[in-house]
């Protein structure tokens, strides 16, 4: 029901979705054409308007400008958790999985901050794309990029249970409920750390931001971020995805 309904409210497919029931509307009853076209010109205006870069930065900057870049450097006695983001599926059954762009700036960003602490213990959080099929999940293949990068075994633990934000904190915090001594790193991405913090926050732990991947850091304001564009929508696509998400999760308890 919550993805169906996020769906149906995401920009484009709310406003090309309205802009058809208009359109077969006016096919129906002629009578009703002058406010149909009205309306119509409306939702395309706001269809432009939501695809220009300028709002697509203030949309995601609604979330990002809370969480700025970190300068806080973990030591080795302090714990990194690292949540999983997307996964790449890279054959036909579904079984194989790597990491993909989103989780890759966790990852660089999480090793980062080991290689500053000189070593410390990692957390990588993350389950399967789909529970019914076979393959690695997803805090199974950051292990292994890790790996690749230079991180021992012995400093990597793994959380694979986990299919959400809520459940990433949940189930993390149960292998940290008996070591309150030592600071908690978070990494993920910028405009993602607002309902990570809370899920952590609503479990008991507090952790210490260390967002990554910031998009709205600089707006060249020019001709062209005035212009409709798929990125300019893409940014409000994904700032009214996380704000949903914070509301669906304000409404379970979860945050």
């Known amino acids: 029901m919550y993805q169906l309904a996020t769906g149906l409210l995401e920009p484009y497919t709310f406003?090309?979705?309205?802009?058809?029931?208009?359109?077969?509307?006016?096919?129906?009853?002629?009578r009703a054409r002058r406010l149909g076209l009205?309306?119509?010109?409306?939702?395309?205006?706001?269809?432009?308007?939501?695809?220009?870069?300028?709002?697509?930065?203030?949309?995601?900057?609604s979330l990002e400008w809370s969480y700025p870049p970190s300068t806080v450097v973990p030591s080795s006695a302090d714990t990194i958790?690292?949540?999983?983001?997307?996964?790449?599926?890279?054959?036909?059954?579904?079984?194989?999985?790597?990491?993909?762009g989103e989780t890759l700036f966790r990852c660089l960003h999480a090793f980062q901050l080991y290689d500053q602490a000189g070593g410390c213990r990692i957390i990588v959080s993350g389950g399967k794309i789909e529970q019914s099929k076979s393959g690695i999940t997803a805090a199974e293949a950051m292990r292994d990029f890790f790996i690749l990068l230079g991180v021992p075994p012995a400093d990597l633990i793994l959380e694979k249970n986990s299919a959400t934000t809520y459940e990433n904190a949940k189930n993390t915090c149960e292998l940290l409920r008996e070591e309150r001594e030592q600071r908690i790193f978070l990494v993920t991405t910028a405009s993602h750390m607002r309902r990570a913090v809370g899920c952590f926050a609503r479990q008991g732990t507090k952790v210490i931001p260390a967002p990554c991947n910031h998009v709205a850091v600089r707006l060249e304001l020019s001709p062209t971020a005035c212009i409709p564009s798929l990125n300019g929508i893409g940014g409000v696509h994904r700032a009214l995805h996380e704000w949903l998400g914070i509301a669906w999760y304000r409404l379970r308890g979860r945050i």
Request: aromatic share 4%.
């Open 38 to 61: 009205g309306i119509a010109i409306g939702l395309l205006v706001l269809l432009c308007l939501l695809s220009t870069l300028v709002v697509g930065h203030l949309a995601v900057g």
């Open 15 to 30: 406003l090309v979705l309205s802009l058809l029931v208009v359109l077969l509307w006016l096919w129906r009853d002629l």
């Open 81 to 100: 958790v690292v949540l999983a983001g997307n996964l790449d599926v890279s054959d036909k059954e579904g079984t194989k999985v790597r990491i993909g």
